[in-house]
């Protein structure tokens, strides 16, 4: 790529999005706080989305996908349990500086696996778009079902 000439970089440059001012008008799961730092509108950010998750203890999502995008976590504090798979079958967890990639279209469910803390982590998205598609598989884990639940994607 060839540097544009006479760029703004003060304007154009890097962008620090501060944790008081990270948007936390995100779509939301009961248990779940999401709150977005790179978006299009904090930083000019188009083919990246990141932000956090604080999953709380015995919080979980219900089985869904993100259509054709691709997720990265990065587990900071807690432990937190995946199952994926067209029934849910398969089950792996992470812990601190543990890394997760979830490739597009993949059913999962996402859930803090310790009755006693918080799962804190961040999370990068190769898009902007909040796609979650909702999907009719029965999660082996006996807790309460989650679905995610906000204007993008109704009860």
């Keep these: 790529m060839i540097r544009p000439m006479a760029t703004d970089w003060k304007t154009h440059g890097i962008k620090i999005v501060r944790a008081c001012d990270m948007d936390t008008n995100t779509p939301q799961t009961p248990g779940m706080t999401r709150a977005a730092a790179i978006t299009r509108a904090k930083t000019g950010a188009s083919k990246l989305w990141a932000g956090t998750v604080v999953v709380q203890p015995n919080a979980k999502t219900s089985a869904h996908h993100h259509g054709e995008l691709?997720?990265?976590?990065?587990?900071?504090?807690?432990?937190?349990?995946?199952?994926?798979?067209?029934?849910?079958?398969?089950?792996?967890?992470?812990?601190?500086?543990?890394?997760?990639?979830?490739?597009?279209?993949?059913?999962?469910?996402?859930?803090?696996?310790?009755?006693?803390?918080?799962?804190?982590?961040?999370?990068?998205?190769?898009?902007?778009?909040?796609?979650?598609?909702?999907?009719?598989?029965?999660?082996?884990?006996?807790?309460?079902?989650?679905?995610?639940?906000?204007?993008?994607?109704?009860?």
């Design 70 to 155: 691709e997720s990265v976590l990065y587990v900071i504090r807690g432990r937190a349990r995946f199952r994926w798979g067209d029934h849910l079958e398969f089950v792996e967890e992470a812990g601190p500086g543990d890394f997760i990639y979830v490739p597009p279209y993949v059913p999962h469910q996402e859930m803090n696996a310790n009755p006693d803390i918080p799962v804190e982590v961040v999370v990068v998205r190769s898009g902007q778009e909040p796609i979650v598609v909702n999907l009719d598989i029965p999660s082996p884990e006996p807790l309460e079902e989650a679905k995610w639940i906000d204007p993008i994607h109704p009860a």
